[in-house]
């Protein structure tokens, strides 16, 4: 162990400890943090925003801008994906994971060529073309990993089911504890699922490469579209009806939606570009 | 009872972070990472938060995971010591 | 719960998060450091859940079975978005961490920093 | 009391964040239309942001309380002086991308352009919504926001070495972004509040205290990182130098400034409340700010390469703005203020002119480029006006804060912080002007240098542009005064030593 | 009284826009020629128009944009500035004649003629300046606008001296600036205005920080002795530069600005009392007899001009800093009158260079009778520095020793005769050379159709700048000669407060 980081995370405890011990105690119903404006929440919520689950309610009400700039976030997070060069050959290595004590390049070897196994870089004007012409080349099974039938059964077979669960979740998010973003990762965990088992091209037409640039974004959109209603309607940007629970529910469901379609595509395009 | 819940938790919270920074063997890192997780869902699970726990349980523990196993299995698999 | 006058739960909070940073700057591997970001992010809410939580609450969803006292639903908000975001670093960081093992075949710091 | 304007407030955020959104969609056909897309999106945002400016001079700060919560429910939008940072911000943005245009050619494939400039409206979006938040958690956001799109535009330009240095980059980064998010979950364990203003009328009633200050020390640590102050640059040459030049110049003139905004805007809550006193703090920030003069400056004189240089330098500019808030004498708060604009304009000149000369010559290193001034006379000279003006000699715009700091200095009776202020900054000359030589008088020494030609108008009118105003705010010193004088004397009552 | 009056701030600009058609348009020879003559012509008139309310007492003014609440960018053309102002425009012309001629067939002119134009906007920026701010910011310009001058041969040999010249100028600028920024915040304001600004309420400690700074600052340029190494270096530049330099721009700025922190930052009656001015003139003298000393030394003619330069200097310093009307007459006199002397040698001995190829002393045995026009023309000067009656340098010294005697400074007439031995000493050899001395080789003869010894665009101005010389020193007290204005100019320095210039 070398010394210097010790001390470094000891320079760090050391007023973090002494931070976190002078906080009032946290399970005191008298803290601030229970008498501000949570307060206000759990006495006025459920009228307020029409939501059960008071998580969902400031989620999608009262922070509701929060969320907004949350689902850009991820949405940073893809286009960063997508923003990297693409196309190094990978260094030239077994099946993976590699065995024990394979060695780096060595120092000083020329720089890995570019190129590799991608098609050449695409004129300007067929980018989607060469997009979709590549998703439809690709092999059927992408993963070094060879996947036994019997998991590609219990995958198909289960993958309904768990994505019926994940709509049960967006659906049910008001209620019970569940939401958007929890269905989103379910739907996105499905996708990786069927494409480690089933080949990534199988798993891509899931996602039809028409819709992509549309859907990755529909989160931020819906958002900007509910603001937009709700500065219509109440006159302040991302403003719910407060008599009309209908309305409430409705742009709620929007954006619940909008944000497990929207982040499912964005982490399966993230697994997607990852295993290219 | 709780109290015993919380100390056995918070303890097993910790070995698992220690044994994920021990681990030299990087899968084993992450699928212990993924055990933290999981721990740590249950805690977040028993102070009322089931929220966080489901979320936590789906992206912390699942997407997170998935994405590190990809890479291990796009980069190598040993720490070098 | 106390222990020596500290609250324990927001010490082990901190412990767990020294163990991430311990991981972030003296591990040569760039996984590992990656896994102990993980690991401080992880901390960082559970302090944030933890200093939402009241003795004996419930979770703030308001339907038949749960009474008060709720716990604060911010924190929780706060934590949902928090990781959302994690989970967006790890995806980028990892995008870097092949790449760099595309370019160099290394992702160990001390490998890297030896390269010319 | 609100006039037509301050409606557009949540939209100059939500603008460029969904024209992000659907910059992918945009470009599906024309991935080069993504450029032209993200201009239309920042002129728009820069005219919101220009009415949302005219709204605050006629009528002073006002708020916009998202969802119709009032302010400590939901989340408050709150545009005072210091927001008005976002009109140069977006006007900066609109300047820089028509250079992105043609530059972009020898950084990357076309269809790798609509992510790309997903990320710079990204980017944009997140700090204009960083200026204009009135509640800590969403700062946090924006911060994310900000810095996540700033690690990945770092990676986007090369592949080894630019993503090592963008991971290098993302590390520290999340650190300070964690640090950030633990203060403010402190902040809000100990007031229940998360919006700023209520967070500083609570914190005067909590008092002061260790978990007070640790909050403190937490957010100035993490906006220390993200500022690159000296001890904790390390992420940003590299960085900075191995990004395509005009992500260079949003990430050295503004990306940066996220550090010096965050932490005016702790100083806003914590002087509101007066529950720390923070003389000490304020002469570390002196001494670290000299001390990030004197290195940035020491650093720079070793490098070979052009960027690298100028990426050293924005530490010691930081250095100059962290100097002045630290002096906490009004001229001194009001030149770091005035600076962070200026700087923005002088850095984004120099790397556009030295991106310019990258890009006609294919050298970027001073021993290559000598004489490129013959073949480029309009970029040279637009890179000799930057570099006059960051060393904070007149007639420039780096004269101003020169001016305003060093006053400050004596009239805090810092008399030698003005002094090092002042001959420090000719320390750093020593590096100009070599590169002004080599430029100018030297022979070259490769052709492609002396036969290069002079770029193409989409990018030459920016660099022109951008180097006339640094003269032009040389000498109408005065005018970012107007945005920033009412807030430091806002602010500053509360402040001294 | 003050009037409102654009013409402070035109005539910097004429010169600032000429600088910008030759930057924009400089690649034909006949533009670059017709807007620097134009632009010289109208500032010339511009200045001049100027005159007749000067001498009544007029001062004009012009704020042109506020920079600091309070502080702005202003102009202001009182009599010493006007006296400052004439003297630079006119010979801009002269200069720019000259430099057609030597410069002509040389590379990267448009840089040259460009850089030349901005040095004398900037040179008239100064004169007018009617803030110490204002005063720093084209102070600091010039500093950059001579750089590329200096550099002009791109020579390793030019960029060290270029290198050397930044540094010594940019380090005096740096403490000029905080001898501005440390006045501001003593004396709340920077106007430079009757009788001075700062008062004994500051301090007399931070006074005399206030003043080693500003005097450090401008005494840079103006080549105070431990501050003058920079000078004699930066003789590698062309001629014209070097002329420009020596007699206009640079070092004149830099005692200038000497005069009004002492006159119009401090005072008279503040530096009386302080006592400050009498180390300043103790300097000031002993870089009088220094300089001369060590010019008797060089060989190379440029090279002992500037150390004659830096000698001179200190006669405008020592002038101002005995504090009497008389020496300050002297002093402000002193800036014409060593202007066009000087600018008469320069070009002389640029002319040699051209014409024979020859640097040196010990190299021009004879030349007289290759180049009777130029040597009459540079005895006249050398005249003029060594004092004899008739010429410009005798009315200073005169007025210079009646103005030690007022002051009781008796010791300055030892110096004054020391100086004028000297400036014989080390002047009368190269005459004696040029004249009785035969010739080590033949001269090269005249080209073909030529009547005068070398191209008429170097020899006007060398005849003009003579004459002018012996024109100063016959009509000293000829209503609207510079000894006019100059008298004007003094009578504002000892003015009683409240009346004003």
């Not at chain 1, 590609?152 to 077979?157: E, H, K, S």
């Not at chain 4, 352009?113 to 980017?123: G, K, S, T, V």
Request: with cysteine; hydrophobic share 55%.
């Amino acid at each position: 162990m070398r010394p210097w980081p010790l001390l470094l995370v000891l320079l760090v405890a050391l007023p973090l400890v002494a931070g976190v011990a002078t906080l009032p105690p946290h399970d005191a119903p008298d803290a601030p943090i229970h008498t501000q404006v949570g307060a206000r929440y759990l006495e006025r919520g459920v009228a307020e925003t029409g939501m059960k689950n008071l998580v969902t309610a400031v989620l999608l009400n009262y922070r509701g801008f929060d969320t907004f700039i949350e689902v850009v976030v991820i949405f940073t997070a893809l286009a960063a994906v997508l923003a990297l060069p693409k196309g190094s050959a990978p260094v030239p290595k077994g099946s993976a994971p590699v065995p024990k004590g394979s060695a780096p390049v060595p120092k000083g070897s020329a720089p890995v060529p570019k190129g590799g196994p991608q098609a050449p870089e695409p004129a300007a004007g067929s980018a989607a073309r060469a997009a979709r012409a590549r998703e439809e080349e690709r092999p059927e099974v992408a993963s070094d990993v060879p996947v036994s039938p019997v998991v590609r059964f219990v995958v198909r077979l289960l993958a309904p089911f768990i994505a019926m669960f994940a709509v049960a979740m967006l659906f049910r998010g008001h209620i019970t504890p569940g939401g958007g973003f929890q269905a989103a990762a379910v739907f996105a965990a499905v996708f990786i699922a069927l494409g480690l088992a089933l080949g990534q091209a199988r798993a891509a037409r899931l996602v039809p490469v028409d819709w992509r640039p549309w859907l990755q974004g529909v989160a931020p959109l819906a958002f900007a579209l509910v603001a937009w209603i709700g500065w219509r309607l109440t006159g302040a940007f991302l403003g719910y009806p407060s008599d009309d629970h209908t309305a409430q529910e409705a742009m709620g469901f929007v954006l619940e939606v909008a944000i497990a379609v929207g982040g499912g595509v964005i982490l399966a395009r993230v697994f997607l570009e990852m295993e290219t | 009872m709780s109290d015993l819940f919380d100390i056995v938790m918070l303890a097993l919270l910790i070995a698992t972070a220690i044994t994920v920074a021990r681990a030299r063997d990087l899968l084993a890192a992450v699928v212990i990472f993924s055990m933290y997780s999981l721990t740590m869902t249950l805690v977040w699970q028993h102070r009322g938060a089931p929220d966080v726990a489901m979320t936590e349980a789906a992206v912390g523990a699942g997407v997170t995971t998935v994405l590190f196993l990809i890479t291990i299995a796009r980069t190598t698999r040993r720490e070098k010591p | 719960m106390l222990l020596f006058g500290l609250d324990l739960d927001y010490v082990a909070v901190v412990m767990l998060f020294c163990v991430g940073l311990y991981m972030l700057v003296a591990k040569s591997n760039l996984l590992k450091k990656l896994l102990g970001l993980n690991v401080m992010e992880t901390a960082v809410f559970a302090f944030i859940v933890t200093a939402g939580m009241v003795e004996g609450g419930d979770p703030p969803i308001m339907v038949a079975g749960t009474s008060a006292p709720f716990a604060s639903p911010i924190p929780h908000a706060m934590v949902l978005t928090g990781i959302v975001v994690a989970v967006s670093v790890t995806a980028v960081a990892l995008a870097l961490i092949v790449q760099i093992h595309a370019h160099f075949g290394t992702i160990e710091i001390d490998e890297l920093k030896e390269l010319p | 009391m609100t006039g037509p304007w301050a409606e557009a407030l949540p939209w100059v955020i939500a603008l460029p964040l969904v024209g992000a959104a659907l910059t992918p969609a945009v470009a599906v056909r024309r991935p080069r239309a993504a450029g032209f897309w993200a201009w239309g999106v920042l002129l728009v945002t820069a005219v919101l942001a220009a009415g949302l400016v005219s709204e605050l001079l006629a009528r002073g700060p006002f708020s916009y309380e998202l969802g119709g919560w009032p302010a400590a429910y939901g989340i408050e939008l709150r545009f005072d002086h210091f927001s008005a940072w976002v009109l140069p911000l977006a006007l900066l943005f609109v300047v820089i991308v028509p250079f992105s245009w043609r530059y972009l050619d020898h950084v990357m494939p076309d269809e790798r352009r609509p992510p790309f400039y997903a990320l710079l409206l990204l980017n944009a979006g997140g700090m204009i919504g960083f200026c204009v938040t009135g509640d800590l958690f969403n700062l946090f956001v924006f911060t994310e926001v900000v810095s996540l799109s700033s690690y990945a535009l770092v990676a986007v330009g090369g592949r080894g070495l630019a993503a090592f240095a963008a991971l290098k980059y993302l590390f520290i980064g999340a650190v300070s972004s964690l640090l950030m998010l633990f203060a403010t979950a402190q902040l809000f364990v100990l007031t229940g509040s998360l919006n700023m203003a209520e967070v500083s009328l609570r914190l005067a009633e909590v008092g002061g205290g260790t978990a007070v200050m640790v909050a403190f020390a937490a957010y100035a640590v993490s906006f220390m990182v993200k500022a690159a102050m000296f001890p904790v640059h390390v992420w940003l040459p590299d960085a900075h130098a191995i990004a395509p030049s005009p992500v260079s110049a949003v990430l050295s003139g503004m990306v940066v400034k996220v550090g010096i905004v965050g932490m005016l805007r702790v100083y806003q809550i914590y002087y509101g409340a007066e529950v720390l006193e923070l003389g000490a703090f304020n002469l570390a920030l002196v001494w670290l700010g000299a001390v990030s003069i004197v290195m940035g400056a020491f650093f720079a004189i070793f490098q070979d390469d052009i960027k690298l240089m100028l990426a050293y330098s924005t530490i010691s500019n930081i250095g100059y703005i962290v100097l002045g808030l630290g002096l906490a004498s009004p001229y001194a708060v009001i030149g770091a203020s005035v600076h962070v604009f200026n700087h923005a304009l002088i850095k984004a000149t120099l790397f556009l002119a030295a991106g310019s000369i990258i890009h006609q010559t294919g050298f970027r290193t001073l021993s290559d480029l000598r004489g490129v001034a013959r073949a480029m006379p309009q970029t040279s000279a637009a890179m000799a006006i930057g570099a006059v003006s960051i060393v904070g000699l007149p007639p420039t715009a780096g004269f101003v804060c020169k001016w305003y700091i060093a006053l400050g200095a004596f009239e805090a009776n810092q008399a030698p912080f003005g002094f090092a202020l002042v001959f420090g900054a000719l320390f750093i000359f020593i590096y100009y002007i070599r590169m002004l030589n080599a430029f100018y008088f030297q022979k070259p020494v490769h052709a492609a240098v002396a036969q290069a030609s002079e770029t193409p108008w989409s990018m030459r009118g920016p660099v022109v542009l951008l180097a006339s105003l640094c003269l032009i705010l040389g000498v109408l010193g005065g005018i970012p005064l107007t945005f920033v004088e009412p807030a430091v004397l806002d602010l500053l009552p509360l402040w001294g030593p | 009284m003050e009037v409102v009056d654009v013409r402070p701030i035109l005539a910097p600009f004429v010169s600032f826009l000429c600088a910008g058609l030759v930057f924009g348009f400089g690649r034909s020879i006949f533009w670059r020629r017709f807007f620097t003559f134009l632009a010289a012509f109208i500032k010339v008139a511009l200045v001049l128009s100027m005159l007749p309310g000067t001498l009544q007492g007029v001062v004009y003014v012009y704020q042109f944009v506020e920079f600091t609440p309070g502080i702005g960018i202003g102009f202001r053309a009182d009599a010493y500035g006007m006296f400052f102002a004439l003297v630079s425009s006119t010979l801009w012309v002269f200069t720019t004649i000259y430099a057609i001629g030597y410069m002509r067939g040389d590379r990267d002119r448009v840089r040259f003629f460009g850089f030349f134009a901005l040095c004398v906007s900037t040179t008239v920026g100064v004169a007018f300046a009617e803030n110490l701010l204002t005063f720093f910011l084209f102070y600091e310009t010039l500093t950059l606008c001579t750089y590329p001058l200096v550099v002009h041969a791109e020579t390793p040999e030019a960029l060290r001296a270029g290198r050397i010249y930044l540094t010594y100028t940019l380090i005096g600028g740096g403490f000029a600036l905080v001898g501005a920024v440390m006045t501001l915040n003593a004396a709340g304001t920077l106007t430079l205005a009757q009788p001075g600004i700062l008062g004994l309420e500051s301090g007399v400690a931070t006074l005399a920080v206030i003043f080693l700074c500003l005097i450090i600052g401008f005494g840079v340029k103006a080549a105070i002795m431990p501050l003058h190494g920079w000078l004699p270096i930066a003789m590698v530049a062309p001629t014209p530069v070097s002329a420009l330099l020596h007699a206009v721009a640079v070092v004149k700025v830099g005692a200038f600005g000497v005069t009004r922190v002492i006159y119009n930052v401090f005072g008279v009656e503040l530096l009386q009392q302080l006592g400050f001015a009498t180390p300043l003139a103790l300097l000031a003298g002993f870089t009088i007899v220094a300089a001369s000393t060590i010019a008797l030394t060089q060989d190379h003619l440029k090279r002992r001009l500037a150390y004659s330069t830096i000698s001179q200097l200190s006669y405008i310093v020592l002038g101002a800093a005995l504090l009497t009307p008389l020496a300050a007459t002297a002093a402000v006199l002193h800036i014409a009158n060593q202007a066009f002397a000087k600018i008469t040698m320069f070009f002389v001995v640029g002319a040699i260079t051209r014409t024979t190829g020859k640097k040196y002393v010990s190299e021009i045995d004879g030349i007289a009778a290759r180049m009777p026009w130029s040597m009459a023309a540079f005895t006249i000067a050398s005249l003029s520095f060594v004092g004899v009656p008739l010429t410009a340098g005798f009315i200073t010294k005169w007025y210079l020793a009646l103005g030690a005697l007022q002051a009781d400074a008796w010791w300055f007439v030892l110096v004054l005769i020391a100086s004028s031995l000297l400036n014989a000493g080390y002047f009368f050899p190269i005459l004696h050379r040029a004249y009785f001395r035969p010739a080590k080789e033949p001269w090269p003869p005249l080209e073909p159709g030529r009547r005068f010894e070398m191209p008429k665009t170097l020899l006007i101005p060398i005849v003009i700048c003579a004459a002018y010389v012996l024109l100063l020193g016959v009509t000293a007290e000829v209503p609207g000669m510079p000894f006019s204005v100059a008298q004007v100019a003094v009578e504002g320095f000892f003015a009683p407060p409240g009346i004003g210039p």
